[in-house]
């Protein structure tokens, strides 16, 4: 059993970087495999990033490659999701999600425990 609450959204202007944090509590945190999704207004729930274990490349959305970058802490029981040259298309609820495993996966059933989401606003 996991908890996750993300935090570090907020408003930011186009070109600028966020950093966003979700904190892990309860099962062992080194076991999970970590990723972020996002909803933007009026669309469905889109994959952006995730990661397995330290040693295991991580995986991105095509439209994030390059500039957001995902990692985590085992000792803090935190993952993060770095976002630099941010743009207003990448504007949503931003939700950190986990799941016992190995290797990282994209698609958002196949993860078990999910946090209540940070928004992320991006100004044109």
């Known amino acids: 059993q996991v908890q996750l609450v993300e935090s570090g959204g907020g408003l930011v202007q186009a070109g600028g970087s966020l950093r966003l944090s979700c904190a892990a509590s309860?099962?062992?945190?080194?076991?999970?495999?970590l990723g972020w999704f996002r909803r933007a207004p009026g669309k469905v729930r889109e994959f952006v990033a995730a990661?397995?274990?330290?040693?295991?490349?991580?995986i991105y959305a095509d439209p994030v490659k390059g500039r957001f970058t995902i990692s985590r802490d085992n000792a803090k029981n935190t993952v993060y999701l770095q976002m630099n040259s941010l743009k207003a298309e990448d504007t949503g609820v931003y939700y950190c999600?986990?799941?016992?495993?190995?290797?990282?996966?994209?698609?958002?059933?196949?993860?078990?425990?999910w946090g209540p989401g940070t928004q992320v606003t991006v100004s044109s």
């Open positions: 999600a986990a799941n016992t495993g190995t290797f990282p996966i994209s698609q958002d059933f196949r993860y078990n425990y």
């Open positions: 990661t397995g274990r330290s040693d295991v490349v991580p």
């Open positions: 309860g099962g062992t945190f080194s076991n999970y495999v």
